[in-house]
T-cell receptor
Framework: DTGVSQDPRHKITKRGQNVTFRCDPI?????LYWYRQTLGQGPEFLTYFQNEAQLEKSRLLSDRFSAERPKGSFSTLEIQRTEQGDSAMYLC????????????FGPGTRLTVL | AQTVTQSQPEMSVQEAETVTLSCTYD???????LFWYKQPPSRQMILVIRQEAYKQQNATENRFSVNFQKAAKSFSLKISDSQLGDAAMYFC??????????FGKGTKLSVIP
């Protein structure tokens, strides 16, 4: 059973650098979500895709953030010109097409911006 | 818009005892779903139990059950016969349709041997 996978698991970068994270959803899931979780908080929604279409973006997703899901399979989340406030766990989740289905989460990518 | 509130930042329970974690929510959706997720330290978030709002019967999964009070917008989680492996952060979440989940801030559960 291959669940949601994320790469890398940990990323340390210097302020001002660009970083890119990858998420591979469960293969038959057509919806993919990105969340951000800071210490002591619950996950907060960033954006979601249905197949390759990005259907919604949170106001948390500043113009330094961009997400793609080419061909409706894996997704990437890029942060440009990272800031210390970007330090967080970035979670990816996926689910089937129907509204009743559960979102399944990956292990997350922990970003530390020095 | 949806909001989820977990008023207990930390809880503890003796092994084999029962504990209840509280959650209240607010939503403008008429058709929605409620979830409890568990996040062990440094491990990924996994689903514990889910409840469809249109169902009156409370969901049960082995030692985990919910008390869903729709009018009061309350959705508590009861863990029976607590085990050491139950120690984790527990997040209550609400969702509707294809949309994102809205999470509470979480409750850290400790299990005392």
């Amino acid at each position: 059973d291959t669940g949601v996978s994320q790469d890398p698991r940990h990323k340390i970068t210097k302020r001002g650098q660009n970083v890119t994270f990858r998420c591979d959803p469960i293969s038959e899931h057509n919806r993919l979500y990105w969340y951000r979780q800071t210490l002591g908080q619950g996950p907060e929604f960033l954006t979601y895709f249905q197949n390759e279409a990005q259907l919604e973006k949170s106001r948390l997703l500043s113009d330094r953030f961009s997400a793609e899901r080419p061909k409706g399979s894996f997704s990437t989340l890029e942060i440009q010109r990272t800031e210390q406030g970007d330090s967080a766990m970035y979670l990816c989740a996926s689910k089937q097409g129907t509204s009743t289905d559960t979102q399944y989460f990956g292990p997350g990518t922990r970003l530390t911006v020095l | 818009a949806q909001t989820v509130t977990q008023s207990q930042p930390e809880m503890s329970v003796q092994e084999a005892e029962t504990v209840t974690l509280s959650c209240t929510y607010d939503t403008s959706e008429s058709d929605y779903y409620l979830f409890w997720y568990k996040q062990p330290p440094s491990r990924q978030m996994i689903l514990v139990i889910r409840q469809e709002a249109y169902k009156q019967q409370n969901a049960t999964e082995n030692r985990f059950s919910v008390n869903f009070q729709k009018a009061a917008k309350s959705f508590s989680l009861k863990i029976s016969d607590s085990q050491l492996g139950d120690a984790a952060m527990y997040f209550c979440a609400s969702g509707a349709g294809s949309y994102q989940l809205t999470f509470g801030k979480g409750t850290k559960l400790s299990v005392i041997p």
